[in-house]
C-alpha cells in the first residue's frame, strides 16, 4: 500500500496557520506529500522547505483571483495537489488541521483493511473544532462533526469548493463518496488563532466567495453550542498552544442569529431521538 498526503497553503504563516505541525503530524504514515504552495506574501514556502523529509514534493502555483465564485479556487487548488498524487490513496490536510500520535496507527490501519474493498472508496474523521481557545470546541448540526479526509486515488473524484469530494459515476452528475469510518479525530484549530490573524484571512480569502470582509468577533457566538475539550492535544501541536485557561466565554448580550435557532431545535432533536443531523459529504457503507 502507498500512501499520498496532499494539501494546499498560501500566506500560511502570516494568516497563522500551524501548517509546519500539520504537515509533521501525518509525515510518518505517508510515503509522499505533495504540497501545493501559491504564491505567498511571506516566508511559507521557506518555512515547508525547512523541514527537509525526502517525501515531501512541492508544487509552487498562482491562484486565479478573478474567480470568485462560492470558492471554486479552494478546489482548483486541492486538485492541484491531488492530481499529482501517486498513492493508492490520497489524504487531504488543511493547513490548520492536526492529527494526534494515538490515532496514526488507527488511520494507517483503515487503510489497509479497506485497500481492495471496491465498496469504499474514502475514509472517515471525526472532527475536533477549536473555538476560542484550546480549551473549548464547538459541537453543532452547524459545525460539520465528520468528514471524508481520505480517498483512493484510482476514484474519479473532485472538489468543487476544497472542503468535500464528488465522485463522478458518469460526466454529468457527481455524488458523495461511499465510505467508511477510522475511527479517528482531525483536530481543527483554525478558530483557537487570533482574532487578528482571523480577521485577515477573512479580508484575504472572502473575495474567493464573491463576499466582502465583515469583522470576525469570537465572543458572538452561541454558547450553548460551546463544549469543554477534555482529552489531549497532539505532541506535535503543543508549542503552538497558548497558555488557555478554563472554557471560552461569549458576549452575554449576544443575540442569536435564525439559523442558531434552528441549530438550537436541531440539537433538541438529536438529544430526543439519539440522531446526528450535522450536514455529510458521504454516504456511510
Same mark, same amino acid.
Request: charged share 25%; hydrophobic share 35%.
Given at each position: ?6 494539501t494546499f497553503?498560501k ?6 496557520? =500551524? ?5 509533521? /503530524?501525518i509525515?510518518d504514515i ?6 501545493n504552495?501559491?504564491n505567498?506574501?511571506?516566508d ?8 527537509? /523529509? =525526502?517525501k515531501?514534493?512541492?508544487?509552487? /502555483? ?13 478546489g482548483?487548488q486541492?486538485?492541484i495537489a491531488q492530481?499529482?498524487? $501517486?498513492? !493508492? ?6 493547513g490548520d488541521? #492536526?492529527y494526534?500520535e494515538?490515532? *496514526? !496507527?488507527k ?7 479497506? *485497500? ?10 471525526d472532527?475536533y ?10 459541537? %453543532?448540526p452547524?459545525w460539520?462533526? %465528520?468528514?471524508?479526509?481520505?480517498i483512493k486515488?484510482s476514484?474519479?473524484s473532485?472538489? =468543487? !469548493? ?9 460526466n454529468?452528475k457527481?455524488?458523495? =463518496?461511499k465510505? @467508511?469510518? $477510522?475511527?479517528?479525530?482531525?483536530y481543527?484549530y483554525? &478558530? ?5 490573524q482571523m480577521?485577515?484571512?477573512s ?5 474567493? &466567495? ?7 468577533d469570537? $465572543?458572538?457566538?452561541d454558547q450553548? #453550542?460551546?463544549?469543554?475539550?477534555k482529552?489531549?492535544?497532539p505532541?506535535?501541536?503543543e508549542? &503552538? ?10 458576549? %452575554?448580550?449576544?443575540?442569536?442569529t435564525?439559523?442558531q @435557532? ?6 433538541f432533536?438529536?438529544?430526543?431521538f439519539?440522531?446526528?443531523? %450535522?450536514?455529510?459529504h458521504?454516504k456511510?457503507?
Open positions: 500500500m502507498r500512501v499520498s498526503a496532499f497553503i500566506n500560511g504563516q502570516i494568516l497563522g496557520y =500551524p501548517f509546519l505541525q500539520s504537515i509533521n /503530524s509525515l505517508v510515503d509522499e506529500f505533495v504540497i504552495v501559491g505567498s506574501e511571506d511559507t514556502l521557506e518555512m515547508i522547505k525547512s523541514i527537509r /523529509s =525526502p515531501i514534493r512541492i508544487i509552487k /502555483s498562482n491562484w486565479n483571483n478573478s474567480m470568485r465564485d462560492r470558492g471554486y479556487v479552494y482548483q486541492k486538485m492530481f499529482n498524487c $501517486t498513492g !493508492d490513496w490520497a489524504f487531504y490536510i488543511e488541521e #492536526i494526534h494515538d490515532d *496514526l !496507527d488511520i494507517k490501519k483503515s487503510m489497509e483493511l479497506h *485497500l481492495n474493498n471496491s465498496n469504499v472508496e474514502a475514509l472517515i474523521l472532527f473544532h477549536f473555538y476560542g481557545n484550546t480549551n473549548s470546541i464547538l459541537n %453543532s452547524g460539520y462533526r %465528520s468528514e471524508a479526509r481520505i486515488n476514484v474519479r473532485y472538489a =468543487p !469548493d476544497g472542503l468535500f469530494w464528488l465522485v463522478l459515476d458518469s454529468k457527481g455524488r458523495y =463518496p465510505a @467508511k469510518h $477510522t475511527g479517528a479525530y482531525c481543527h483554525g &478558530w483557537a488563532r487570533g482574532e487578528d480577521n485577515l484571512k479580508h484575504k480569502v472572502q473575495q474567493y &466567495w464573491g463576499k466582502k470582509h465583515v469583522k470576525i469570537y $465572543t458572538q457566538m450553548f #453550542i460551546i463544549e469543554e475539550f482529552g489531549t492535544h505532541k506535535v501541536i508549542n &503552538w498552544l497558548k497558555n488557555d485557561k478554563g472554557l471560552y466565554k461569549v458576549d %452575554s448580550n449576544y443575540k442569536l435564525k439559523k @435557532k434552528k441549530h438550537r431545535i436541531m440539537i432533536i438529536e438529544n430526543f439519539g440522531i446526528d443531523l %450535522s450536514k455529510k458521504y456511510l457503507v
